[in-house]
């Protein structure tokens, strides 16, 4: 199993503003995986972050907006950049062991 | 890409009743079938997964069978409580040739066990 601590559990920004979230895993991992979540809404996948490589983004999302960092093996960060209240979302990063994804608690982030 | 649907969006069962969530996915090349729980404000937690040489797996009053053919899978709970009350996701995952994988999800089935 991994354990992940994710910071900041919630944030209020203001629009125009950035927001960087921080995971932190208790193992060394090849992958991580940040997640958007909407209110009541399913798990989308924003981007895939490997160690000492650019990371992976899926369609719709795109680097200028949601920055990753994977500067070692036990931690990433995702920025959201100049906010809009439709990035109001909940953010999740994950790992994987065998097969079974493991999540942060989540950021909930709210944009006013 | 993979696609993954899932049905029904809520189901609302007594305690005791069996509830019965099903998901369709798009790629056949698709291996391996979790399903999370997430109570609310909480992180999604695995609670039984499938592999694609399995036809069914069971763990106490969870059980997950998959039809290859088909390409759909089931999550079926049996003897419900009122703490099986949550969203629950299924989702489908591809792994390369490079060893890269990621987990596509259904949209969620919000369960409400009524005592």
């Known amino acids: 199993s991994a354990v992940i601590s994710q910071k900041p559990s919630r944030d209020i920004c203001q629009r125009g503003t950035s927001l960087t979230i921080q995971c932190q895993v208790d193992?060394?991992?090849?992958?991580m995986f940040w997640y958007r979540q909407q209110p009541g809404q399913s798990l989308t996948l924003i981007a895939t972050?490997?160690?000492?490589?650019?990371?992976?983004?899926e369609s719709g999302f795109v680097i200028d907006k949601f920055p990753i960092s994977r500067p070692n093996l036990t931690f990433s960060t995702l920025t959201v950049s100049n906010m809009s209240p439709e990035d109001s979302s909940i953010y999740l990063c994950?790992?994987?062991?065998?097969?079974?994804?493991?999540f942060g608690q989540g950021t909930r982030l709210t944009v006013v | 890409g993979e696609n993954v649907e899932q049905h029904p969006s809520t189901l609302s069962v007594q305690e005791g009743d069996s509830a019965v969530i099903k998901c369709t996915y798009s790629?056949?090349?698709?291996?391996?079938f979790p399903w999370y729980k997430q109570e609310l404000g909480k992180r999604p937690q695995l609670i039984i997964d499938?592999?694609?040489?399995?036809g069914e797996k069971k763990d106490q009053r969870i059980a997950v069978t998959l039809n290859k053919t088909a390409k759909h899978f089931s999550l079926h709970i049996t003897e419900t409580q009122p703490e099986d009350s949550a969203v629950y996701f299924c989702?489908?995952?591809?792994?390369?040739?490079?060893?890269?994988?990621?987990?596509?999800f259904g949209k969620g089935t919000m369960l409400l066990v009524s005592p």
């Open positions: 994950s790992v994987k062991g065998e097969g079974e994804a493991f």
């Open positions: 193992s060394q991992v090849t992958m």
């Open positions: 972050a490997n160690q000492g490589s650019e990371a992976t983004y």
């Open positions: 790629d056949s090349a698709s291996n391996y």
């Open positions: 499938i592999r694609s040489n399995v």
């Open positions: 989702a489908a995952q591809r792994t390369m040739n490079s060893g890269y994988s990621t987990l596509t």
